[in-house]
């Protein structure tokens, strides 16, 4: 079992960048595909990004492609989440998940970390 816990939120401008860490305890993180996923105000959570076990390959949400980046570092057991030209719309709880088979619903997770909040003033 995987412990995760979420930090790097906070609140920035329209157009500012933050960068999110998810630090994973446990021997078996490198072997997890990881994603990111948000929760906003009375919205259901949804899939924002995912790279795989190795960091070769990605995949995004289409309302965050071009302007948000997913990486990881095995060695640290951390992945990361860098956001760029953040919008209004980008404000939610963030979280990170991960499982062997790289799933991108969330109600494939059956626990979750406390998340890490971000809020984008207009």
């Known amino acids: 079992q995987v412990q995760l816990v979420e930090s790097g939120g906070g609140l920035v401008q329209a157009g500012g960048s933050l960068r999110l860490s998810c630090a994973a305890s446990g021997r078996t993180f490198s072997s997890y595909a990881m994603g990111w996923f948000r929760q906003a105000p009375g919205k259901e959570r949804e899939f924002v990004a995912a790279?795989?076990?190795?960091?070769?390959?990605?995949e995004y949400a289409d309302s965050v492609k071009g302007r948000f980046t997913i990486s990881r570092d095995n060695a640290k057991n951390t992945v990361y989440l860098q956001m760029n030209s953040l919008k209004p719309e980008d404000t939610a709880v963030y979280y990170c998940n991960g499982d062997h088979d790289g799933a991108t619903d969330p109600a494939d997770f059956g626990s979750w970390g406390q998340g890490t909040q971000v809020t984008v003033s207009s």
């Open positions: 790279i795989s076990w190795s960091g070769s390959s990605t």
